[in-house]
């Protein structure tokens, strides 16, 4: 298993400005994900964070705004950059699976952003 | 895309059995069917997940068609605590990547 800490639980920003996002999980992983959760909808994956090289953003996500570091194999950042009120989401962090014998993916608690 | 079409609600008394359905139809050989819950204000949940045969657990049980086409989880004693939203996922176990999410089900369990 995983635990995942994630910070902040929680923050209202003023729009224009920045908020980095940190996933700290008590084991080394290859791979971390970063999904957004929009107000009543399902989770959308924002990219995959692997240690040593470039994020891999999805479709409708760029660097420029979801700018993510990966120092280590238990330590992520998402920066959410020139927040507007339609950044305002559920911001996760999660690990897995993948590998043999692991099985589930694990998430952090998440971090509620309102942007005003 | 999710691969995975589920309804969008369903309420069950407290106490009883939740059986939520979920359609796979594309399902390939490979590929297993996990399911996972969101309670209001947390990160998803690991359920349970399977092949082609039924799985129990200590949270659930999973019950999967012959063809594999479709699957049930069932939460034989429904709490309070289990109102969530309930996803079913496929994907080949083992696999690295990320989880695709659907809708998922919002199951409200009442007093």
């Known amino acids: 298993s995983a635990v995942i800490s994630q910070k902040p639980s929680r923050d209202i920003c003023q729009r224009g400005t920045s908020l980095t996002i940190q996933c700290q999980v008590d084991?080394?992983?290859?791979?971390m994900f970063w999904y957004r959760q929009q107000p009543g909808q399902s989770l959308t994956l924002i990219a995959t964070a692997n240690q040593g090289s470039e994020a891999t953003y999805e479709s409708g996500f760029v660097i420029d705004k979801f700018p993510i570091s990966r120092p280590n194999l238990t330590f992520s950042t998402l920066t959410v950059s020139n927040m507007s009120p339609e950044d305002s989401s559920i911001y996760l962090c999660s690990v897995g699976p993948g590998g043999a014998g692991n099985t589930e993916a694990f998430f952090g608690q998440g971090t509620r952003l309102t942007v005003v | 895309d999710a691969k995975t079409t589920q309804p969008p609600s369903m309420d069950c008394a407290e106490g009883r059995a939740a059986n939520l359905p979920c359609n796979h139809s594309?399902?390939?050989?490979?590929?297993?069917v996990y399911w996972y819950r969101q309670i209001h204000s947390q990160g998803p949940q690991y359920i349970i997940h399977g092949l082609k045969n039924n799985e129990t657990n200590e949270m659930a049980s999973l019950i999967i068609t012959e063809d594999r086409k479709s699957s049930t989880l069932i939460l034989p004693h429904a709490t309070l605590r289990d109102t969530a939203v309930y996803y079913c996922?496929?994907?080949?176990?083992?696999?690295?990547?990320?989880?695709?999410f659907g809708k998922g089900t919002k199951l409200s369990v009442k007093p």
């Open positions: 594309t399902i390939s050989g490979n590929e297993y």
């Open positions: 996922i496929v994907r080949e176990r083992g696999s690295q990547g990320n989880l695709i």
């Open positions: 084991s080394q992983v290859t791979m």
